[in-house]
């Protein structure tokens, strides 16, 4: 089956700051997405990663808090910018594969904001 | 505007016998649905799914049925086990109409006991 490395898996950072998440597939994928799981909350899609062009992002989503990066088929980022406490969540990078239906998710990157 | 929904936040079942989650939905584009499974600290698991032209997917234990006049769908576990332990997402796709991105649900935790 698939697998989709994202790291880091957990982080805690100062308000303000940024994050880059990194999220590496290992075989080609048709499309790679991003979402968020708040506390106690469902997975929520922040944007669809487009290769070599900007993301497509959802209603609630912007580019400059969210900036995401798709350089090749098989290599994605989402940075969370200017960080506060309510940006706290799991963010996941899944990536859907065109032999299977079943989309696959990488671990997941804890994020703390304080 | 919550288009699938898990009205059960919660379950628990003795082991070996059958456990039930439910999942509707809202939008009547939905053609594709996936049950995941997942652990803390971890990314969701794909369990199975089916495409809105069946109405029952099986593979070992688990089993989706699907009521498209109900916007309606479960997933049964004969038997639980204690692995079985872990919250379980229902998600839906428009995929006929373009549109590849999940949806997911609010979750429901399901804990077998031994």
């Known amino acids: 089956s698939a697998v989709i490395s994202q790291k880091p898996s957990r982080d805690i950072c100062q308000r303000g700051t940024s994050l880059t998440i990194q999220c590496q597939v290992d075989?080609?994928?048709?499309?790679m997405f991003w979402y968020r799981q708040q506390p106690g909350q469902s997975l929520t899609l922040i944007a669809t990663?487009?290769?070599?062009?900007?993301?497509?992002?959802e209603s609630g989503f912007v580019i400059d808090k969210f900036p995401i990066s798709r350089p090749n088929l098989t290599f994605s980022t989402l940075t969370v910018s200017n960080m506060s406490p309510e940006d706290s969540s799991i963010y996941l990078c899944?990536?859907?594969?065109?032999?299977?239906?079943?989309?696959?998710f990488g671990s997941g990157t804890r994020l703390t904001v304080v | 505007d919550q288009q699938v929904k898990q009205n059960s936040p919660s379950l628990s079942v003795q082991e070996g016998r059958i456990s039930i989650l439910n999942c509707d939905y809202t939008?009547?584009?939905?053609?594709?649905f996936l049950w995941y499974k997942k652990y803390p600290a971890e990314g969701p698991t794909f369990l199975i799914s089916?495409?809105?032209?069946?109405d029952k997917n099986e593979d070992g234990r688990f089993t989706v049925f699907l009521n498209k006049s109900a916007k309606h769908l479960s997933l049964h576990i004969v038997p639980s086990q204690p692995g079985d332990s872990a919250v379980y997402f229902c998600?839906?796709?428009?995929?006929?109409?373009?549109?590849?991105?999940?949806?997911f649900g609010t979750g429901t935790r399901l804990t077998i006991i031994p």
């Open positions: 899944s990536g859907m594969y065109p032999s299977e239906w079943g989309y696959t």
């Open positions: 075989s080609q994928v048709t499309m």
């Open positions: 990663a487009n290769q070599g062009s900007e993301a497509t992002y």
């Open positions: 939008n009547s584009m939905f053609d594709y």
């Open positions: 089916i495409s809105s032209i069946k």
């Open positions: 998600a839906a796709s428009a995929t006929n109409f373009g549109n590849e991105k999940l949806t």
